[in-house]
């Protein structure tokens, strides 16, 4: 499924999710336990971050029970049982994952958020890592929160590997650049502005220059990421890319990108619809990058 939530500027809450994911294991189980996804469209609410998961599978879960969830918390009568503090939908779906033995909820004597907040959140975890193995996803996210950006996250698995991009968290005008020691970058032969330069300073701080996309680059620096070929295979690859902007923010702390700045261009880019959070990622440089490789059935985190 692929959907984009509207956005409404005068809300204190709003939430874009863009979603394209391939994932057969957890499809069988929701056509075995006849579980229907509910839309979601526009809410004033913030869903659930896959990087809040210990899995894809795990997040999906969330998001098909997040409208009831929202719901039975604002104690709308179409969804809330003020005895059982569950709803229809929700008692399905536990049920249903009980059944097939993968938690071990008991609504006769607990809710659901007290089971969630309990030993929910540990069996979710370790029952739903196996439903990732084969999975093709690329998740988009981005949250309006009382006025300011909220988390903005960018998640691409495939081939059993796994990108994660949390892009809220350097904007801030003192940030000091990241470590490139030991970190493997290929530099397209592009027309940057000083390329001898960028490649002296990977040298002189331990970074590796390679000129292959491998298992093991860590990013891909070029001039146009939204034209540049390879950035399109450094993608599918669950490779980061930068352009050499973006580049000097990360590393070296440029001071090009005020935090005014970076929350300006965040609302530039959510004003276009074709526009994500990668691309606010790979012109500015700005988040935290997390890459895992699926292994035994869970993601091992590099």
């Known amino acids: 499924m692929k959907f984009r939530t509207d956005f409404v500027t005068n809300s204190s809450d709003s939430s874009f999710i863009t979603e394209n994911i391939h994932n057969p294991k957890f499809e069988r189980l929701k056509k075995k336990l006849n579980i229907q996804a509910v839309p979601v469209g526009y809410r004033e609410f913030a869903f659930p971050f896959v990087s809040h998961s210990s899995s894809i599978s795990e997040w999906q879960l969330m998001m098909l029970l997040s409208k009831e969830w929202f719901s039975w918390m604002n104690d709308e009568a179409e969804y809330y049982d003020e005895d059982e503090g569950i709803s229809d939908y929700q008692r399905q779906i536990l049920e249903g994952l009980k059944k097939e033995g993968l938690i071990s909820v008991d609504l006769s004597e607990e809710s659901?958020?007290?089971?969630?907040?309990?030993?929910?959140?540990?069996?979710?975890?370790?029952?739903?890592?196996?439903?990732?193995?084969?999975?093709d996803a690329e998740i988009d996210h981005a949250e309006f929160v009382d006025g300011g950006w909220g988390p903005l996250e960018y998640v691409k698995a495939k081939n059993g590997r796994l990108l994660v991009i949390i892009a809220d968290e350097y904007f801030e005008d003192d940030y000091k650049g990241e470590d490139i020691n030991g970190k493997e970058i290929v530099i397209a032969d592009d027309d940057f502005e000083d390329q001898d330069a960028l490649l002296d300073y990977i040298k002189e701080n331990g970074g590796i220059v390679?000129?292959?996309?491998?298992?093991?680059?860590?990013?891909?620096?070029?001039?146009?990421?939204?034209?540049?070929?390879?950035?399109?295979?450094?993608?599918?690859?669950?490779?980061?890319?930068?352009?050499?902007?973006?580049f000097a923010y990360r590393f070296l702390g440029s001071e090009q990108y005020s935090s005014f700045d970076l929350y300006g261009l965040a609302f530039e880019i959510y004003g276009d619809t074709d526009k994500t959070v990668l691309q606010f990622f790979e012109k500015t440089g700005c988040g935290k990058?997390?890459?895992?490789?699926?292994?035994?059935?869970?993601w091992d985190f590099q």
Do not use: H, Q
Request: glycine share 6%; proline share 3%.
């Open 210 to 246: 390679s000129e292959k996309l491998t298992d093991r680059t860590r990013y891909y620096v070029c001039a146009a990421p939204e034209s540049d070929s390879r950035a399109a295979e450094a993608r599918e690859k669950c490779i980061p890319v930068l352009s050499e902007t973006a």
């Open 289 to 298: 990058v997390e890459m895992a490789v699926y292994n035994n059935g869970r």
């Open 112 to 135: 659901a958020s007290e089971w969630y907040n309990g030993r929910g959140a540990r069996e979710l975890s370790t029952s739903f890592s196996a439903f990732d193995e084969g999975i």
